[in-house]
Every structure is written in structure tokens, then in C-alpha cells.
Antibody
Framework: EVQLVESGGGLVQPGGSLRLSCAAS????????MNWVRQAPGKGLEYVSY????????FYAGSVRGRFTVSRDNAKSSLFLQMDSLTPEDTGVYYC?????????????WGQGTLVTVSS | DIQMTQSPSSLSASVGDRVTITCRAS??????LGWYQQKPGKVPELLIY???TLQSGVPSRFSGSGSGTDFTLTISSLQPEDVATYYC?????????FGQGTKVEIK
């Protein structure tokens, strides 16, 4: 069974940092492209970041580019999102999600999410 | 970046009704279009990918169609368990943009 378990969320002051983790199991993590998607309270889904299977290609939404860094450790089946210079607009639930297949593909499994709250 | 526009933003229909949600891409995305369902308080789930292919386990009352820039999600006979917000997504390239969502309620 595919499992994605996020951790690392919490309350942080504006300007602060957080590092989110996503522990993967039940599939060949090293073969999968991965994504981070967030959802502000009461709002829709916002695509945040992408990383290919070997970590050589990444993408960031304009709203987080230069502040967030995605990475992965295939040996530990783990995905990370380093978030710096956080603002209240970064508040929301952060989901990690695996691509259904290689190449251009939707996300077929999502974690339960971890809540990030940026507030003073 | 490709923009995805869904309509309507919300709808209310009776059990058994046929429900249609549309999604328009700002440029052609070939068949790289998916639909997700997010029930209240739950995690999004993939319903349909590549415009019209049902994800495993998805009831056959759901269907997708379209091409190029205009796409449709149809629920042939709305059921109470279909109450959710539905999102389209383009995944032809990064960013894999989502539509703004369509909230479906029972009348």
C-alpha cells in the first residue's frame, strides 16, 4: 500500500523557516517524480514544487521561488521542502503527492498533509 | 504559465441529476488534463487522468471529455457521496496548474 506521511509543520513567525518532510513507502520512491501542493484555509489547491526522480530537475511556483527548496533522499525514501522567509500567505496545509507515472503525469497518491501556520 | 479556468465555481443539484463541470486552459494542453475530487475535510483524490481515463476504483458515473483547451467532467447521476470540490489540473508542463475548483452540493 502506498503511504506518504508528511511532518514538520507547525507555527512559525513571519520571516522564519520550516523544513517539511514526507516519508514514502509501498512503492519505488526512487523511480517516482514528486510534488508539493498546498491549500490555504478555505481555499483551493496551489501547486508549489516538483522534483524529478533523481533530484536533478526541480520547479517552483512563482510565489515561493527563491524562498523554498525541494530535495529528496532516495536512499531513505524521503522528500523534503525547506521553506525560508515565510510570510502569512504561506499558511496552509502542505501535501506531498507522487506522480502516477513517469513524464507528464497527475498525482495519484497524496499524503494527509501537514499544517503550516505563519503568524506572529 | 498555463491558466486553468473552471466553471461554475459552485452548483447545487438533486440526487440523480446529471452534473457537468467545465475547465478551460489558456493554451492547448493536448490530453494532459486530470480531475481531482476533494471531499470536505479530506485529501484530494485523482478521479480522471489523460482527459477521460478513470482512475482505478472510480465509479463509472464519472466521465471526462474534451480536447485542446476545453474539457468537461460529467457525473451522470449525482449521488450524496459526490458532495465535494472538484479540481481540474494541467500537467503538460510545470507549473502543473489547478483550476480554482467547483463545489458540488445536493439540493
Amino acid at each position: 500500500e502506498v503511504q506518504l506521511v508528511e511532518s514538520g509543520g507547525g507555527l512559525v513567525q513571519p520571516g522564519g523557516s520550516l523544513r517539511l518532510s514526507c516519508a514514502a513507502s509501498g512503492f519505488s520512491f526512487r523511480s517516482c517524480e514528486m510534488n508539493w501542493v498546498r491549500q490555504a484555509p478555505g481555499k483551493g489547491l496551489e501547486y508549489v514544487s516538483y522534483i524529478n526522480s533523481v533530484g536533478s530537475t526541480t520547479f517552483y511556483a512563482g510565489s515561493v521561488r527563491g524562498r523554498f527548496t525541494v530535495s529528496r533522499d532516495n536512499a531513505k525514501s524521503s522528500l523534503f521542502l525547506q521553506m525560508d522567509s515565510l510570510t502569512p500567505e504561506d499558511t496552509g496545509v502542505y501535501y506531498c503527492a507522487k506522480d502516477r507515472s513517469g513524464g507528464a503525469s497527475p498525482a495519484d497518491h497524496w499524503g494527509q498533509g501537514t499544517l503550516v501556520t505563519v503568524s506572529s | 504559465d498555463i491558466q486553468m479556468t473552471q466553471s461554475p465555481s459552485s452548483l447545487s443539484a438533486s440526487v440523480g441529476d446529471r452534473v457537468t463541470i467545465t475547465c478551460r486552459a489558456s493554451q492547448g494542453i493536448r490530453n494532459y488534463l486530470g480531475w481531482y475530487q476533494q471531499k470536505p475535510g479530506k485529501v484530494p483524490e485523482l478521479l480522471i487522468y489523460d482527459v477521460s481515463t478513470l482512475q482505478s476504483g472510480v465509479p463509472s458515473r464519472f466521465s471526462g471529455s474534451g480536447s485542446g483547451t476545453d474539457f468537461t467532467l460529467t457525473i451522470s447521476s449525482l449521488q450524496p457521496e459526490d458532495v465535494a470540490t472538484y479540481y481540474c489540473q494541467s500537467y503538460i508542463d510545470a507549473p502543473r496548474t489547478f483550476g480554482q475548483g467547483t463545489k458540488v452540493e445536493i439540493k
